[in-house]
């Protein structure tokens, strides 16, 4: 059964029917799912997820999926933690998203979403992307037989746009960033019946994140690490997380009160949350110019800049740019020490924890976790 009871602006609380479609609030902000805590407290026991082998799914009573039996698998599974156990032994473990089907973290988000929009009656998805999400949405969509387009910038790495195609979807490419493809996309909205799936413009992409952190918690055996380290372009799996961790905390099973401290990474060429988060603002300005080789952080506006900066606060975390020099030199080294062919937006994390461990704002005894977000084969590689 599901326990979906309601959509929850995140701005003003406002209610509103979770089984009628909707973008963002009336207040212009994202919506929250929300589901009745106390009766899966009072239903369910947490060990029911360790017999379950559907991968992310697995998490079924805190998802909003109505009708199980129409969901797109594409085989998805629980990804492996991994030590770093040549560079920082057992203190420092990567999140290998890049062993989902669609080789990236987007799995997570875009089949979540792609399986409420059938529910609701939805055929046709368009969003912005740099290049992951859309190869996810192709993949999803037209797994449950639907339509996608997506909007790229022109500077997409290749292969993204060769599978999104390969998978089904249409591409438009566009001189430009992705807030400029999401003006696109509300073109195609506004003019050919699509409906928009831009990050955090509809309800559900989230809780596919958030499942990141249901996973990070059983994984841990339901205590979680110190810090978290996660590459923040538009922030939906550090928003996510952070819910996953409200909802365990409020459920009562968490074995530790304090959560980990959450800190978004972004490159010194595009850095709005950085700059945001360090003068003390509520929300980001737009960051001109965004310049990095980590595509899928280049995001100069993100729509959930509010609820990433809250997330920071909350949870006494930070945020960090890194160079690009110190982002290839991280990816080469856990690459020739570890094995490991992380992405360049996952190497950020590593720049940022080198970065943080030598500030002692990270302590050396200290369990930290970084998030490769996708398989370092999508993208060219260095010399």
Known sequence: MSYLTHLECSLTGEHYPCDQIHGLSAAGRPLLARYDLAAIRAQVERSVFAGRQDGFWAYQELLPIQDWSSVPRLGEIKTPLIPLL??????LMVKDEGRLPTGS?????LALAVARARELGINKLAMPTNGNAGAALSAYATRAGMQSIVVCPADTPSI????????GGQVELLDGYIDDCGKRVRE????????????????????????????L?????????????YPTGGGTGLIGMWKAFQELTELGWLEQQQLPRMVAVQATG????????QAGKAEAERWENAQTL????????????RLMLQTLRESGGTAVAVSETEIVTAWQAIAQREGLLMCPE?????????????????????QAVLFNCATGLKYPLPA
């Open 105 to 109: 973290f987007k799995s997570r988000g």
């Open 270 to 277: 595009c850095a709005p949350i950085v700059k945001a988060f």
């Open 346 to 366: 996952g190497a950020a994390t590593y720049a940022a924890y080198l970065k943080l461990l030598a500030q002692d704002w990270i302590g050396e005894d200290e």
């Open 294 to 305: 980590a595509a899928g952080i280049r995001v100069p506006m993100a729509v959930g800049d």
């Open 217 to 229: 918690a059983e994984q841990f055996d339901w205590r979680l690490p110190a810090v978290i380290l």
């Open 188 to 215: 195609l909205v506004a003019n050919d019946g699509w409906f928009d799936f831009s990050t955090l413009k509809e309800p559900y992409r989230l809780e596919g994140k958030k499942t990141m952190g249901l996973e």
């Open 86 to 91: 040549n560079l920082h032994g057992e203190q």
């Open 160 to 167: 993204n746009i060769a599978e999104t195609r390969m998978q």
